[in-house]
């Protein structure tokens, strides 16, 4: 069995972690750096690795952590807009192998990113 995650050690209270909601299927943590105002992960209890790794039946998972996206994208209140990332590898920028949803807001955010 490959390693636990640093998200899922957080998710078993391994390590601390500053969560701001969890159900049955995924957990939201503030970034550790972020790189906004509001800077949320959106990590599901799966330890799916990547987007490039899902697989089909996951597709109801992938849509739930959007969901969530956009009910703490209400509840920080990112009226102005908001952005939703998910890295994948390393051109991506991806740096932790389980896959997670960034949720940033309340900053003018530019494009294209860098
Ligand atoms: P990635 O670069 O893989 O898309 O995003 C990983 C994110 O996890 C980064 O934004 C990084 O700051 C954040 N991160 C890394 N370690 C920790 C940690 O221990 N706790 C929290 N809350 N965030 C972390």
Redesign the pocket.
């Known amino acids: 069995m490959s390693e636990k995650s640093?998200?899922t050690?957080?998710m078993e209270g391994e390590?601390p972690?500053?969560i701001q909601y969890e159900d049955d299927d995924c957990i939201v943590?503030?970034?550790?750096?972020?790189?906004a105002p509001v800077?949320l992960?959106i990590i599901p209890r799966k330890p799916l690795v990547r987007i490039a790794e899902m697989s089909e039946a996951d597709q109801p998972l992938i849509g739930k952590l959007l969901w969530i996206a956009k009910q703490m994208a209400a509840q920080f209140e990112l009226e102005e807009g908001f952005r939703i990332?998910?890295?994948n590898g390393p051109f991506?920028?991806?740096?932790?192998?389980?896959l997670?949803v960034?949720l940033l807001g309340k900053r003018p955010l530019k494009w294209p990113p860098g």
């Open positions: 640093i998200f050690k957080i390590i972690g500053d943590l503030k970034d550790i750096s972020p790189q800077h992960l990332v998910i890295n991506g920028g991806e740096s932790v192998p389980h997670h960034h």
